[in-house]
């Protein structure tokens, strides 16, 4: 059962994912509550002060000035650009406070130990907001591999199809289009997740080698059309390009907290002849083309373990449609589906009468609250988890210290390192 007592946290870094964890305080008041919120920009400080009801006492510039006002709280949430990751979890991790840290935890695997260690010597917990496993279909996954159901894995195959839309208004055009500017590269930026997801599924062993091939093929500038601008309004082929930046943020209004972030307006307030004033300017209105960056547009990974086990991911930018599928192989059974369907197939071994094995449809719920449901329900279950976790509580599946989270990030690092160099890399050799 819950404790009675209150959990505050601090947030450090009001972006999108700062406000999605913060708001489950909305949701549950009686557990969870704000009590400051960190961050550079003046608009989004007095967003966060009208959203959660704070005093102007709770609000802060950066994460010295809070430290130093003494305010007390139980968990700072550490949801800072990619970038800032690393230093902003030293000063958080200095002062000794537990934290939740959004993904990626910083861009190299020296950075990771140093911040894994300081974890260590200062007492203090490190999660990370991997929130993919907190979501009911992955858990369920998870249990029934931690139940022995389907033995020993095997192998695995996963892939990330990142629909169009998003990987234009993220990646061509977004805050992530350049991992010189964000620190992070495709694979890190999105699918840390998936790579998380191998690791803590086939957590009986621990990854050894990856091999890792990549590119980007698509939106580069000799793909153009001829007579392409610089601009997407300007531009002759607007009307048919279905690239185009007014059909996208304009008619389709595809991801606006992202796209129309730097208006610094609320968004209900923004009236579309702001909006196509800022597309005639600003990176978002420009032709996905030639607007720059050098993100990947697709790239796979093979990662073996050291008990034998192999894993294959495939990550897709500018599909169609979202998704993202698992088949994993055990020596018993086999678990494969689709995310999005919210069941999977369990997949028994053949009996003494029967030549094949048995499938079973294992069908998950979803949290339904349209306003916490994102991530398939990671993002509400995750400060549900945290929480109660914080109290005391230790049986989620989910939830775990920093060590399990160190593995897929090592794949990752690992898998761009095998990219750029087209070797195989070896992690405790290459990367320790």
């Known amino acids: 059962m819950l404790a009675e007592k209150k959990l505050w946290v601090a947030v450090v870094g009001y972006g999108n994912r700062g406000q999605v964890y913060a708001d489950y305080s909305l949701e549950e008041p009686n557990e969870l509550g704000i ?34 006002s003494g305010i007390a709280c139980d968990l700072v949430i550490n949801a800072t650009m990619d970038q800032y ?28 130990r140093e911040i894994e260690e300081l974890a260590k010597e200062k007492g203090v917990n490190v999660f990370v907001c991997h929130v993919l496993r907190y979501t009911p279909y992955y858990r369920k996954i998870k249990e029934i591999i931690n139940a022995g159901t389907i033995g020993k894995i095997m192998t695995m195959e ?55 091939f990549g590119n980007r093929s698509q939106f580069i500038p000799e793909n153009a059309p001829a007579g392409a601008t610089e601009f997407c309004y300007q531009c002759k082929n607007e009307k ?9 943020y304009m008619n389709k209004d595809v991801m606006p907290f992202l796209v129309w972030d730097r208006l610094n307006k609320p968004l209900d307030e923004i009236i579309p002849e702001e909006k196509m004033e800022f597309l005639k300017h600003d990176i978002y209105g420009k032709c996905a083309y030639t607007c720059g960056g050098d993100i990947v547009d697709r790239q796979n990974a093979i990662v073996t373990f050291e008990n034998g086990s192999v894993a294959t991911f495939n990550l897709v930018g ?40 048995t499938d079973e449809k294992v069908k998950v719920h979803p949290i339904n609250n349209a306003k916490y449901g994102g991530h398939n329900g990671g993002d509400y279950a995750i400060m549900h988890d945290l929480v109660r976790y914080m109290h005391g ?27 750029k160099t087209s070797k195989i890399v070896d992690i405790k050799d290459d990367l320790m």
């Not at 902003?88 to 190299?108: F, Q």
């Not at 048919?240 to 996208?248: G, L, R």
């Not at 500018?318 to 018993?332: A, E, Q, Y």
């Open 318 to 357: 500018g599909s169609t449609n979202p998704g993202r599928f698992l088949h994993i192989v055990g020596t018993k059974g086999e678990i494969l589906g689709l995310l999005e369907e919210d069941e999977f197939i369990l997949r028994r071994g053949g009996s003494a009468t029967e030549l094949y094995g």
């Open 158 to 212: 996963m892939n990330e199809h990142v629909s169009l839309p998003h990987y234009l208004a993220s990646y061509v055009r977004g805050k992530w289009n350049s991992e010189e500017k964000c620190g992070s590269g495709f694979i890190l930026a999105k699918s840390c997740h998936d790579l998380d997801l191998m690791c803590w599924l086939n957590n009986a062993s621990a990854p050894q080698k990856v091999a890792s």
């Open 35 to 68: 009590a400051a919120i960190v961050d550079p920009n003046d608009f989004k400080l007095q967003e966060a002060k009208e959203r959660y009801g704070l005093s102007d006492e709770s609000l802060f510039h950066d994460f010295d000035e809070f430290a130093a």
């Open 393 to 419: 509580d230790r049986s989620s599946v989910s939830i775990t210290s920093i060590e399990d989270s160190v593995n897929g990030h090592l794949c990752v690092f690992a898998a761009e390192q095998s990219r």
């Open 240 to 248: 048919k390009c279905p690239y185009s930046a007014i059909d996208q």
């Open 85 to 112: 990751h690393y230093e902003t979890a030293l000063k958080i991790l200095n002062a000794g406070y537990d934290m939740l840290m959004e993904k990626p935890i910083v861009p190299e695997a020296k950075q990771l």
